[in-house]
């Protein structure tokens, strides 16, 4: 399943969030991958808004395996202080989005259509 989530990045460490994001930790990298998180993105407004987009099998699972690592615990200190103050760590802040629309599943549904046409 794919997931969107939002976050909010402090607009004061807009550039500090993108210089370390351009150069994740090899075993930062490494964690993720193991821990099931496919064709994850991130994508970075110039307000802070933040939205991931993560495809997975299950979003709590894999938040839980990255839970156990110690790289995470050490990555999610040291990216806190990027986020507005909080008593959550910043990967314990997701609000999920729900899907309302998905091109490939609504023409997937729809069958062969005409171009042009709508059926």
């Given at each position: ?31 993720l ?14 307000d ?72």
């Amino acid at each position: 399943m794919r997931v969107c989530f939002r976050s909010q990045v402090d607009p004061q460490f807009l550039d500090e969030y993108r210089q370390r994001h351009a150069e994740v930790w090899p075993q930062m990298l490494t964690a993720l991958e193991a821990a099931g998180w496919e064709n994850y993105t991130l994508h970075l407004g110039d307000d802070g808004l933040l939205i991931g987009i993560v495809d997975c099998d299950d979003l709590d699972e894999i938040r839980a395996r990255m839970a156990l690592t110690e790289v995470n615990a050490r990555w999610q200190t040291e990216m806190a202080a990027l986020f507005p103050a909080s008593e959550t760590a910043p990967d314990n802040g997701f609000m999920v989005m729900e899907e309302v629309f998905n091109l490939d599943q609504q023409l997937a549904e729809a069958g062969p259509t005409s171009e042009g046409q709508m059926k």
